[in-house]
């Protein structure tokens, strides 16, 4: 029987699993990658890093399941997008790679926008810092010897893949968040890369998600036990992935991603620019379909902040307290931008804000305020998207605190669905690019919706509330401003 090798190159941690041909996961494993913060607004990780963590997980597999792993046939790749590693001639990091959440580029976004007029129309969003395009132009502003030796540019999977493969490559979905490529055609930009200062031979090769995309190398069959015929599929970015793990593959699907960041995340069967600019409008990894998708910066990574704020050592625990007070909604009220935003504010130098607090304030409150304030930005990209009021998907980590969907729901005023294997739909998705890249079976009869494993319905009296309290939410987004002031104030 053959095996499949989906891993997720993420941002707080590379995870892989490995599933046999009926579909069930038959080993995973996860290691914890760091993120370097030099400075306010920076995100950055040595590339390094995602390799080892990969290779300790596939040594781990390996014990777990020897046979199955001696007969995996191949690997799909999904990861964090919009990260900008540049590598030298000889495939060595000029730099740390620059992530999707740093927030440098603000000036070289603008910047971009003026170079070419119907950037937008190319690229499917208006320009924002974290996109790949913008932190190239700074490296060109900024560090212009490490962008004079740039040799290739690669995403973050995409560096898994060169070190199994040897390949320069990376898939169209991946590519779509870089803002480089031109959507609707699912080629690279000649416009952006004349305004950047980029040639095409500087760029990976584009694939589709389920093309088969090259073979292990005789060195890493050797190094990691694999057969020296496994394929190494095109793979996605995680959204599309996470996509492709749940079924959401015809128009008009739609699933929540909740994980470091989350996504608003809705398939379209063409190319279609959405009336708000920051809706993103991306080629997605299953061959001639597109999505759109609100993306938020901040998902569960303000759960482990204020975690670790407040020393929290059970999460489980500190949950449970959150369940006992989900009768009414909290009386503090959270601004999650810990990060700043994209969708729908485009503001990289926003920051979180807690209002209410009190001598009386708990624990339990701040992390109850915390959860409903991501809440409350998914509810307030929903109506950027106009999506129907059909049941909802929950994909990724979050969905692992129920209390946490159940707010969701009542917020959003939707019911939501977990699916079996939704914390994991990302590399369950990848894995499925690798077995149509070795098969070519379609899609359709691959990407299959996995079994509902709870279901959550909006409760109508906090749903009620929480219209209210998302009418305060922006009203309070205008006070934003003067925390950006006071933070330029402190650093000056």
């Not at 913008?134 to 999977?157: C, D, G, M, Y």
């Not at 890493?220 to 996509?243: E, F, H, Y």
């Amino acid at each position: 029987m053959p095996y499949y090798l989906g891993a997720d190159i993420g941002t707080t941690n590379v995870k892989a699993l490995l599933v046999d041909a009926r579909q069930r996961i038959i080993a995973q494993g996860s290691e914890p990658v760091t993120t370097l913060r030099r400075r306010t607004g920076w995100s950055e990780q040595h590339p390094e890093a995602w390799w080892s963590a990969f290779t300790k997980i596939c040594s781990a597999l390996r014990r777990q399941a020897p046979r199955q792993w001696a007969n995996v046939a191949a690997i799909g790749l999904t990861g964090q997008m919009h990260a900008c590693l540049c590598l030298d001639k000889r495939n060595r990091p000029l730099r740390a790679a620059i992530l999707w959440n740093d927030g440098r580029a603000r000036s070289e976004a603008i910047a971009l926008a003026a170079l070419v007029p119907d950037l937008r129309q190319i690229v499917g969003v208006e320009p924002m810092p974290g996109f790949t395009a913008p932190k190239l132009l700074w490296l060109a502003r900024h560090e212009t010897q490490n962008f004079s030796r740039i040799a290739h540019v690669l995403l973050a999977k995409d560096y898994v893949r060169l070190k199994l493969t040897g390949e320069h490559l990376t898939d169209v979905s991946d590519a779509a968040g870089s803002l480089l490529l031109d959507q609707r055609s699912r080629q690279w930009s000649p416009a952006v890369l004349a305004a950047i200062g980029l040639g095409k031979l500087q760029l990976p090769r584009l694939v589709e998600g389920t093309a088969a995309a090259g073979i292990v190398s005789a060195e890493v069959s050797r190094q990691l036990g694999l057969s020296r015929k496994t394929i190494v599929a095109g793979g996605g970015g995680d959204a599309a992935a996470g996509a492709v793990g749940i079924g959401a593959v015809d128009d008009g699907n739609s699933f929540i991603s909740l994980g470091t960041s989350a996504q608003y995340f809705r398939v379209r069967n063409d190319y279609r620019l959405p009336s708000n600019p920051t809706i993103h409008a991306f080629a997605h990894c299953l061959p001639r379909r597109w999505y759109e998708m609100a993306a938020l910066l901040n998902g569960a990574s303000c759960l482990a902040w204020i975690t670790r704020l407040l020393g929290v050592t059970s999460l489980d625990s500190a949950l449970g307290e959150v369940k006992q007070k989900l009768s009414a909604p909290s009386s503090l009220l959270f601004l999650p931008y810990l990060a700043g935003e994209r969708t729908p504010l485009n503001d990289p130098a926003l920051r979180a804000m807690m209002l209410g607090v009190s001598h009386t304030t708990t624990r339990t409150d701040l992390l109850h305020a915390t959860l409903e304030g991501v809440a409350l930005a998914l509810a307030d990209v929903q109506s950027c998207l106009d999506t129907p009021g059909s049941p909802l998907a929950v994909i990724g980590g979050g969905t692992r605190s129920l209390s946490w969907v159940q707010i969701i729901a009542d917020v959003l005023g939707r019911e939501l669905v977990i699916y079996r294997e939704a914390a994991a739909a990302a590399p369950f998705g990848a894995a499925r690019l690798a077995r149509m890249a070795s098969t070519g079976e379609p899609v359709n009869s691959v990407c299959t919706r996995p079994p509902a494993l709870k279901r959550f319905r909006p409760r109508r009296a906090a749903h009620e509330v929480y219209r209210e309290r998302l009418h305060l939410f922006r009203q309070a987004q205008a006070a934003l401003s003067i925390a950006k002031a006071y933070q330029h104030q402190e650093r000056t």
